[in-house]
């Protein structure tokens, strides 16, 4: 972990500290706050000195999309408002600081199709032999939960043994983003699978307190995941760049994409029956682990991954007429 370098590395230091204790993750917060703590320590400002004038400067040499600028601002903006409440600072010269106007950003969606043949893949990639096996079937297993049960990448990494209630074919998701918890009704497919590959971890595996433990029977880290999927999307030639096209920003492929996947394919489908998907908003919210169920109405914008394909083929031609 990186330290601080400016003269108020300290500060910087106990305001992560004191978010840390209210329950938020720095994982990615340090990494915003960085950028203030460099323009703090080339420009040899004291906090009682800074200015919004001085932020102008400041945001001009970002050389960043503005949703990172904003978060950048946003932290920075936080970091005050913590130095004004340990009586630090009087005044925050963030308080009315404009934002950049952000571009839109359309995720990559996956075509129930086209998650069936990325899952093949990794799949057909599982090596046989003893050593590897089973380690393979973990990160398939993996996978095949994000895609069949939207959960965030770091959901089934956390699972432990006593998560996955077999009983009644659920599983518990503890303290996820926003702290939250939740307890999930799995499919038939996802319980038979996870069944069967609990047979076979119990044959080939020393026992782990993780139900998708890594090779030695820690946890499984993020880049194995990243590894297999991204190889599985080279063998069925679906991997493709992130574009920026005038104000819109069109997401490459992530595992995290499965996640938006499974919403906009759940809600698809509740179309397809007539239904009205509205109504089903705070279902999927909940199932989803979504503070807010307005935060999956986003959904309801992105009808099927044809259509993301037509409008970002589109934006393509267009640009190329201009």
Known sequence: MKPFKSGIAEQLEAYVAYRRNLGFSDKHFRSMLRPFDRFMKETGFSIHQLNPLDFMGFKRSLKLEPRSINAIIIAARGFFDYLIRIQMLEDNPLRDFPLQRENAFVPFIFSPSQTKR??????????QNPKHFLNDLTVYTAIFLLAECGMRLSEPLRLKNHHYRKD??????E???FRKDRLIALSSTVIQHLNNYLAVKETLQKESQWLLPAPKGGQLLEHRIYAAFHQALDDICLKCQRRVIGNTVF????PHSLRHSFAVNTLNRIRSREEDPQAALPILSAYMGHRKYRYTAVYLKFTDAKQRQQLLDFSIKALHDI
């Open 168 to 173: 009644d074919g659920t599983l518990y998701i």
């Open 175 to 177: 303290k996820t983003k």
């Open 251 to 254: 997401g490459a492929p992530t």
């Open 118 to 127: 990325m899952l093949a893949a990794i799949h057909r990639n599982i090596r």
